[in-house]
């Protein structure tokens, strides 16, 4: 199959799920981490089903064939360490989830819903993308020199 | 503001994350992460920066989709554009030197049992509890 293709239908299939599971609604996010108050739970059975899901068909999936069906190589991570970057970027991320309650993979499914928050979130979340990388690389680029 | 539970569309919903999780490593050997797959379209942009646009593509059309069929998607956001604004910056900045988010990290990491991703998706849950509980119980209330 088409590279393209496939990826606009696995694209598809998980803009469903976000939509499906209430992972794309801030309010609904934003009350599964609010336990002391207006808690929804819902957002556990989310992970935990993406979670099982995943967990069990990467297994089949490595298990069965040697090398993806359209590429050379899994792409794996192999950085394995546990250093600053890792511990201070995701304190950082949890609190920009916890003030907005959209995630980068709950947004983009629902910008094109028509609402006015869903573009300026993203196009926020982009500049500070852009600024990381930026510094990110000025950073390497001092080290190096 | 309060939402309903709605374990069925939950579990379903989740289990189709996954579902395109699984599908992405089978057919193109990538890591369904979101953050990775933004970032790749951003100038200066990956070179193999097709698929990642066409997955995005995909993952708007379906919610909008399911909308034009007659279907619901609940939306609510309880917060003001300042905080929308400098939550995004925030968001932005941290899954860039995190190295992802609760797609890349939280679903497809911990199915791998990378100890980064585990490590990282316990320290933004950690976080995200500890910002909702100040914005509605210290600064709110």
Redesign the interface.
């Known amino acids: 199959m088409n590279r393209v293709v496939s990826a606009l239908v696995i694209g598809a299939i998980f803009g469903t799920g976000i939509a499906i599971s209430g992972m794309g609604n801030p309010a609904k996010v934003l009350n599964f981490f609010d336990i002391a108050g207006t808690w929804d739970p819902s957002l556990l059975l989310v992970m935990a089903s993406a979670l099982a899901v995943t967990a069990i068909g990467y297994r089949v999936v490595f298990a069965a064939r040697p090398k993806p069906v359209c590429a050379a190589t899994y792409d794996l991570p192999t950085n394995r360490r546990i250093d600053l970057p890792l511990l201070a970027g995701s304190s950082v991320f949890g609190i920009g989830w916890g003030m907005t309650g959209f995630c980068p993979g709950g947004a983009i499914p629902v910008l094109a819903l028509g609402n006015a928050e869903t573009p300026i979130f993203v196009a926020a979340m982009v500049t500070g993308i852009i600024i990381a990388r930026t510094l990110r690389q000025r950073a390497a680029q001092l080290a190096a020199a | 503001?309060?939402?309903?539970?709605?374990?069925i569309?939950?579990?379903?919903?989740?289990?189709?994350?996954?579902?395109?999780?699984?599908?992405?490593?089978?057919?193109?050997?990538?890591?369904?992460g979101?953050?990775a797959i933004?970032?790749g379209v951003?100038p200066p942009v990956s070179s193999d920066w097709?698929?990642?646009a066409?997955?995005?593509?995909?993952?708007?059309?379906?919610?909008?989709?399911?909308?034009a069929l007659g279907g619901g998607?609940?939306?609510?956001?309880?917060?003001s554009?300042v905080?929308?604004?400098?939550?995004?910056?925030?968001?932005?900045?941290?899954?860039?030197?995190?190295?992802g988010?609760?797609?890349g990290?939280?679903?497809?990491?911990?199915?791998?049992l990378?100890?980064?991703s585990i490590?990282?998706?316990v320290?933004?849950?950690?976080?995200?509890?500890?910002?909702?509980?100040i914005?509605?119980?210290v600064i709110g209330g």
Do not use: D, Q
């Open positions: 503001m309060e939402t309903e539970f709605t374990p569309a939950s579990l379903v919903g989740g289990a189709l994350i996954g579902f395109s999780a699984v599908l992405l490593m089978a057919l193109h050997g990538k890591i369904a979101m953050t933004v970032a951003l097709g698929w990642r066409a997955f995005l593509v995909g993952a708007m059309l379906a919610p909008a989709a399911i909308v998607v609940p939306f609510a956001v309880p917060v554009t905080a929308l604004i400098a939550g995004g910056i925030i968001v932005g900045v941290g899954v860039t030197y995190g190295s988010c609760t797609s990290h939280g679903v497809c990491g911990i199915a791998r990378s100890p980064r490590v990282a998706t320290v933004f849950m950690a976080t995200t509890f500890a910002t909702v509980y914005v509605r119980n």
